[in-house]
């Protein structure tokens, strides 16, 4: 959807300038746009994929700590290290 728009107003500016020299510079400021706004997309979904990937992480981690605390058996005494 976003190319669709990109490539709409890139059209429009073709069209309407009547100098071949704006023509240039309106599509390369089209496509520079249409760059910039293709890698801060993609950037934000990396970023949204390492927190998403940190937060299994930590679940993870917090969930095998429980499980290593419950197979614990509470009431032993803990040894001593001096035997």
């Excluded at 020299?21 to 520079?32: E, G, P």
Aim: glycine fraction near 2%.
């Amino acid at each position: 959807m976003r190319l669709l728009i990109f490539a709409l107003i890139g059209w429009l500016c073709f069209v309407w300038a009547e100098d071949s020299d704006w023509k240039a510079v309106l599509l390369a400021a089209v496509l520079a746009l249409a760059a910039i706004a293709g890698i801060t997309w993609y950037l934000s979904r990396v970023r949204a994929d390492k927190r998403w990937r940190a937060a299994l992480d930590a679940y993870a981690k917090q969930e095998q700590a429980k499980r290593t605390y419950s197979r614990r058996n509470v009431h032993a005494r803990p040894q001593s290290e001096d035997r």
